[in-house]
Nanobody
Framework: QVQLVESGGGLVQAGGSLRLSCAAS????????IAWFRQAPGQEREFVAA????????RYADSVKDRFTISRDNTKNTVSLQMNSLKPEDTAVYYCAVTQQYGRMVTEPTYRYWGQGTQVTVSS
């Protein structure tokens, strides 16, 4: 059983930056693909970014490409999302997620383990 705890959300002005972190515990971390999703009020959860455990490749939603960067530190069992040039439409609750061991990186919300979410609010 893997537990995930996000942190780093908050209120920021448009054009600003935030760095989200997700601490994993309770299982082997290095052999799991990781991802960030977000959910705005009244909307479905949507894919933001993912990183494969096997070759380190990444994928990003078109809406965040070139602004957001996903990374991982297997020595600390952490996942991060660096968010730059934030826009009001980035406002949402952000969730980190990991797969079962040896799971593939995907853009669907089918990841095995999820954090509780952290609120990001971008003011105009």
């Amino acid at each position: 059983q893997v537990q995930l705890v996000e942190s780093g959300g908050g209120l920021v002005q448009a054009g600003g930056s935030l760095r989200l972190s997700c601490a994993a515990s309770g299982g082997t971390f290095s052999t799991r693909s990781i991802a960030w999703f977000r959910q705005a009020p009244g909307q479905e959860r949507e894919f933001v970014a993912a990183k494969s455990w096997s070759d380190g490749s990444t994928r990003y939603a078109d809406s965040v490409k070139d602004r957001f960067t996903i990374s991982r530190d297997n020595t600390k069992n952490t996942v991060s999302l660096q968010m730059n040039s934030l826009k009001p439409e980035d406002t949402a609750v952000y969730y980190c997620a990991v797969t079962q061991q040896y799971g593939r990186m995907v853009t669907e919300p089918t990841y095995r383990y999820w954090g509780q979410g952290t609120q990001v609010t971008v003011s105009s």
